[in-house]
């Protein structure tokens, strides 16, 4: 796994977060080639990758889900703060952005953080089935 605040990953792989907030990472080793002794690790795939914004705001949510678009992973989801989780205009307004990104997307919402002490909501969530939002299990 690697992300920001992540531990180990610098050494084999020059950074502890890669393209996004959270990307889980099939890794796989080898050896170097000509002679070489040294094992090396390298990413063989990327299962999923994660982008979380917690702004509040539709715009940078769509941001963040563009940033998906980019990636490789078959898995992608973003985690975003919302005021009501359960309004559906808020995912009706990233649903283009949604569904413009390849694989299997999902959206997780839930409070904004300065709510979270209020109380101990679930996330939210959902997976983009064609052009509709299902509520995920």
């Known amino acids: 796994m690697f992300h920001r ?4 990953n610098q050494s084999d792989f020059g950074a502890e977060q890669l393209l996004h907030a959270i990307s889980l990472c099939r890794v796989e080793q080898a050896r170097g080639d000509q002679g070489q002794t040294a094992e090396f690790r390298y990413i063989a795939g990327c299962l999923w990758q994660i982008e979380v914004d917690f702004s509040g705001d539709w715009r940078a949510a769509v ?7 980019t990636g490789a992973a ?6 975003a703060a919302h005021p009501e989780p359960s309004d559906s205009s808020w995912r009706d307004a990233l649903k283009a952005a949604a569904m413009a990104c390849p694989g299997d997307f999902h959206l997780a919402l839930l409070p904004p953080p300065a709510d979270w002490e209020a109380g101990d909501d679930a996330p939210a969530c959902w997976r983009l089935e064609g052009a509709e939002w299902r509520t995920a299990d």
Do not use: E, F, N, P
Not at 74 to 79: E, G, S, Y
């Open 74 to 79: 078959d898995c992608k989801a973003l985690v």
């Open 63 to 69: 941001h963040a889900i563009s940033r998906l678009t």
């Open 5 to 8: 605040h992540g531990r180990g």
